[in-house]
């Protein structure tokens, strides 16, 4: 038989109960994370959002009936009223002695997940069983993480005259002229799922010169590995009147103040998930290498040769990461393995493109952008491309287009790197991949 909540509702979350509350009520709601019964004595350690608290049921403390009552599963959901109590033993030094238990809602007697923290289960069964993986407190510490990542790019974008945008999710064309395209039935037209804001971002730069948006997107890999996934979610940032250099500056800087609310706001999620000695704060300026003086540096160091327009290897940047391990650019690409938006430089063999690594790690790829219809239509057509499928974002760049340079951050990839993780699904709350489209 189950509780109604009736019109109990929670006074506190578990990190607000501090030695401060010592002898007064509070009103608990969360999920059992342990249970222990020892006879004249039980424990159960309730878990919420933001932590656990230590309930704790003595015979003749208690009321009988409460004591009675008090047999719970693992994940059962329960709210609870009582008094703070100081324990020395228990999480924070303190406990809740109830006067009261309510048992809203019950699992079954073994759950398809191991979520006690002793082990950590295969992750497709995790995955399989996702909004109940999401209570471990290893996902809790990922995701408050994660939130922190959030919010601190919002606020430095905004105090940086940056205005935040939203662009369609559902387009008529490609959007870099890739094949990588989800197709759907818009009516009775074929359109497609984005795989960028990077047209509609550069337009709007015309606009409120500032922007940015954080935003998912969509890339129809076949790709089956622990860093690639079908919806990812990205950072994307353009800037008017400005260049590559800049974008290279205020990009290192957002991720230097990102890491520095992490340390400050998140260090238990760090330290819990053994990250506090490694997602450290960087110097800043980020080291910068053109694509060419990377050539180099691989040959001599590794003995791994790259023909100049290739793209850098796994197995090569895997080395580098070894010999850099922090954040670094890689600048100047060349043109031809470029995006038609990408500006030649004043050689036209070379880009004004930018990659921003972590360790063997890419996390960002950005540039300078054409601002000249004319010079967009050549660009267009050398790349294959045919420029009447664009006009509606050319005629854009008749109207005073300004100079303008911008960058594409991938959340979730970043988010694996700042915590640890082994695969990128573990950073994203409901992963999309080739072989999964559920839950």
């Not at 500032?210 to 076949?222: P, Y």
Request: proline letters at 5%; glycine letters at 6%; one cysteine or more.
């Amino acid at each position: 038989m189950l509780d109604d909540m009736d019109d109990w509702r929670k006074t506190h979350y578990t990190h607000e109960v501090t030695p401060d509350l010592i002898d007064q009520e509070v009103t608990l709601g969360g999920w059992v994370r342990n249970y222990r019964d020892l006879g004249g004595l039980k424990f159960i350690n309730l878990q919420d959002k933001y932590g656990e608290r230590q309930i704790t049921l003595k015979k003749g403390v208690v009321s009988d009936e409460i004591f009675d009552k008090t047999k719970v599963g693992y994940q059962y959901c329960i709210m609870v009223k009582g008094k703070v109590k100081a324990f020395k033993k228990a999480p924070g030094g303190i406990e809740v002695i109830p006067s009261e238990l309510k048992i809203l809602n019950k699992t079954p007697d073994k759950l398809p997940i191991d979520m006690t923290g002793e082990t950590i289960s295969e992750l497709d069964l995790r995955l399989n069983n996702r909004a109940l993986d999401l209570r471990s407190v290893r996902n809790q510490a990922v995701f408050q993480i994660r939130g922190e990542v959030l919010n601190t790019i919002r606020e430095f974008l905004l105090e940086n005259n940056f205005t935040e945008i939203t662009t369609p999710k559902i387009i008529g064309s490609a959007t870099e002229g890739g094949t990588e395209l989800f197709p759907i039935m818009y009516f009775d037209k074929e359109a497609f799922l984005t795989q960028s804001a990077q047209l509609y971002k550069e337009q709007l730069s015309g606009v409120f010169e500032r922007v940015f948006e954080i935003s998912d997107c969509f890339r129809a890999e076949k790709s089956h590995t622990r860093r690639h996934l079908c919806e990812i979610f990205t950072l994307d940032i353009e800037m008017a009147f400005a260049t590559m250099n800049d974008v290279l500056k205020t990009l290192e800087e957002l991720v230097h103040q990102v890491i520095k609310n992490v340390r400050e706001n998140q260090m238990n999620s760090l330290k819990f998930l053994k990250m506090e000695e490694k997602t450290v704060l960087p110097e800043l300026p980020f080291p910068r290498y053109t694509y060419e003086e990377m050539l180099e540096l691989i040959e001599s160091k590794f003995r791994i040769s790259i023909e100049f327009g290739e793209d850098i290897s796994t197995e090569a940047y895997r080395k580098l990461g070894k010999e850099l391990t922090g954040y670094y650019y890689i600048t100047h690409w060349p043109m031809s393995i470029k995006p038609f938006y990408i500006m030649p430089s004043k050689d036209p063999k070379y880009s004004e493109s930018f990659d921003l690594q972590m360790g063997w790690l890419e996390l960002t790829s950005g540039g300078t952008r054409v601002h000249s219809s004319e010079q967009l239509r050549q660009a267009l057509e050398a790349k294959g491309l045919n420029p009447i499928a664009f006009e509606s974002h050319l005629k854009v760049y008749d109207f005073g287009m300004p100079p303008h340079a911008g960058v594409g951050l991938g959340i979730d990839r970043w988010i694996t790197f700042l915590c640890g993780l082994d695969d990128i699904r573990e950073a994203v709350m409901y992963p999309r991949t080739p072989d999964r489209l559920t839950p």
